[in-house]
């Protein structure tokens, strides 16, 4: 497994290669993000390390620019900065975990195994199809009726996790574990946020809707709502 640490502390970063190679991953390190940036795009990672605060170029602007150019390697973002509003823009952002520094190195191992078994969880060849909806997993690309629906990563991962439990009201909960690896509630409109866009992407040029609202409950994928 190779990993990209995007960190200008090179006493942190040195530790953290360090763990990580001891626990058997091969490891590439940035000291700062303009060449953080470089080399996301020129290699081939199964995961990012990237520090939030980077001289250049900092850590959101990374994970900014790396999906709007369709990236989707997982990231995990290390910040010192720790409160709510902190954690959701990071994942806003297209972060797919946040870990507030000072951290212990077994949480940080910990959520590393669980991204990178997220990462290799989706078969090259497999496909989902439903209510003519067609995922192309591998590709990550999305086709309704044939026509390309273009999404975000995280509005992929919503559709994905929707669609695997189609007709089958999925909760607020389920989507912040399972799809934003958090496993408490942070009090914002991130999932609604999320849940809009991706209707409208879903829903454009369509006749009727696919993503419906059981109320208090959370939300169901299929032809009818209950």
């Known amino acids: 497994m190779n990993i990209l640490i995007i960190e200008d502390d090179l006493e942190a970063a040195a530790l953290l ?13 940035a000291a700062d993000g303009r060449e953080g940036m470089e080399r996301a795009l020129q290699g081939k990672w199964d995961l990012i390390i990237a520090d939030r605060m980077l001289p250049s170029m900092d850590g959101l602007s990374i994970v900014e620019r790396l999906r709007s150019q369709g990236n989707r ?22 972060g797919d975990d946040y870990l507030t520094k000072p951290y212990a190195f077994a949480e940080l191992l910990a959520r590393v195994e669980a991204l990178l078994r997220r990462g290799q969880a989706e078969p090259a060849s497999s496909q989902l199809s439903d209510c003519g909806v067609t995922i192309d ?12 629906v273009q999404l975000t990563a995280r509005e992929f991962d919503v559709l994905v996790f929707l669609m695997r439990h189609a ?36 829903d454009r040029g369509a006749s009727h809707a696919l993503i419906h609202t059981v109320r208090g409950t959370g939300y169901m994928f299929g032809e009818q709502p209950l």
């Open 137 to 148: 997993l591998l590709a990550r690309s999305v086709e309704r009726d044939g026509k390309a």
């Open 167 to 202: 007709r089958q009201v999925v909760t607020r909960k389920m989507l912040l574990e399972q799809v934003w690896d958090l496993h408490f509630d942070p009090q914002t409109n991130v999932i609604d946020v999320h849940m809009s866009r991706l209707r409208q992407a879903l």
């Open 73 to 94: 390697t997982p990231i995990l973002i290390l910040s010192a900065l720790g409160n709510v509003d902190d954690r959701v823009r990071g994942l806003k952002a297209g």
């Open 17 to 29: 290669q360090r763990t990580l190679h001891e626990h058997g991953y091969e490891l590439a390190h």
